[in-house]
């Protein structure tokens, strides 16, 4: 059964499945959220930015080490990440810091990370 045929569970017009259905939907403030999310990380390395930034705030030189780009490279996948509100800079003597930020932005990033990474397991 698909529930269209009339037996009153999970049939068109039930109120109780309609309201159900209305819940699940995000809000206006979690799709922008989702969205930004979805933009910034998919870019493959933009995405392993976010997981290696996970671990904690990083320098953009350690950063560019570790993810194997020129600087320019990664500062512009950075800008990308903290436009979205994914990532924070902080200046720390001559060096510039980069850190997560947005709880719930970083959690859609990471969660849709995590679950690329064990389908590749």
Known sequence: MTGLEGDGVGTLGDPATL?????????ATATSVLAAARHAVCDP???????????GPLAV????RII???????SQL???????GLVEAR??????YYRLTSVQAVHVAQTALEAA????R
């Open 78 to 84: 950075l800008r990308v990440l903290r436009d979205a």
């Open 61 to 64: 030189t350690d950063l560019t």
């Open 91 to 96: 200046l720390h003597g001559r060096s510039l």
């Open 68 to 74: 194997g780009r020129q600087r320019t490279v990664t």
């Open 117 to 120: 990474a064990r389908a590749n």
């Open 45 to 55: 390395t933009r995405a392993q930015i976010v997981r290696v930034l996970g671990t």
């Open 19 to 27: 309201r159900a259905a209305r819940a699940a939907l995000l809000d």
